[in-house]
């Protein structure tokens, strides 16, 4: 029965990396795709963002500049919603592809892109709100996991290390 659980612990360490790979290389074909239909959604009318926040950035650049180059002397630069669109669906794809490497830091961007694609153009359909925000929790839940197999790896490290140390100690004082 050992030799069984021993085989199976050896086969699941060898192919582990190979099938944590596999995961994220799925996952992240969720992403990607996300930001090839965002992408395609802008066509046409514009996309969600330009619709939610697009008027109002319009009026606050035409009558904000008014009063900011009154007052001050300053003139406000217009702002194209457009463009914080596009930065948001290349973020998304580039993290996504960043994403199968296994970093970490390309799950803080999803999540950071996520939360912006969720919560500035509150969608009105509760199942695009709620596939967000299962995509959420499962970044959160990601990068929890990352850091607690981080922190495992690093203490095994420090007990390898000070093992090594006092052998190396011992050695010493039995020369002397």
């Known amino acids: 029965m050992s030799n069984v659980k021993n085989m199976m612990c050896t086969t699941l360490k060898k192919s582990m990396p190979a099938i944590a790979f596999f995961g994220r290389l799925?996952?992240?074909?969720?992403?990607?795709?996300?930001?090839?239909?965002?992408?395609?959604?802008?066509?046409?009318?514009?996309?969600?963002?330009?619709?939610?926040?697009?008027?109002?950035?319009?009026?606050?650049?035409?009558?904000?500049?008014?009063?900011?180059?009154?007052?001050?002397?300053?003139?406000?630069?217009?702002?194209?919603?457009?463009?914080?669109?596009?930065?948001l669906i290349g973020a998304k794809g580039a993290a996504a592809l960043w994403f199968i490497f296994g970093q970490s830091i390309p799950a803080y961007f999803l999540l950071a892109t996520q939360i912006l694609s969720t919560v500035i153009p509150f969608p009105t359909n509760l199942k695009d709100f709620t596939q967000n925000l299962t995509l959420i929790g499962a970044l959160l839940y990601y990068i929890g996991l990352k850091h607690s197999i981080d922190n495992l790896e690093e203490g095994e490290k420090n007990k390898e290390k000070e093992t090594e140390d006092d052998k190396t100690s011992t050695s010493k004082a039995k020369a002397n």
């Not at 959604?41 to 939610?52: R, Y």
């Not at 217009?78 to 914080?84: I, K, N, Q, T």
């Open 26 to 87: 799925t996952f992240a074909s969720v992403f990607l795709i996300s930001a090839f239909q965002d992408y395609a959604d802008h066509f046409g009318d514009g996309g969600p963002l330009e619709k939610t926040i697009g008027p109002a950035v319009n009026v606050m650049t035409k009558y904000g500049s008014k009063v900011l180059t009154f007052y001050t002397g300053m003139q406000v630069v217009a702002f194209d919603v457009r463009l914080l669109e596009f930065s």
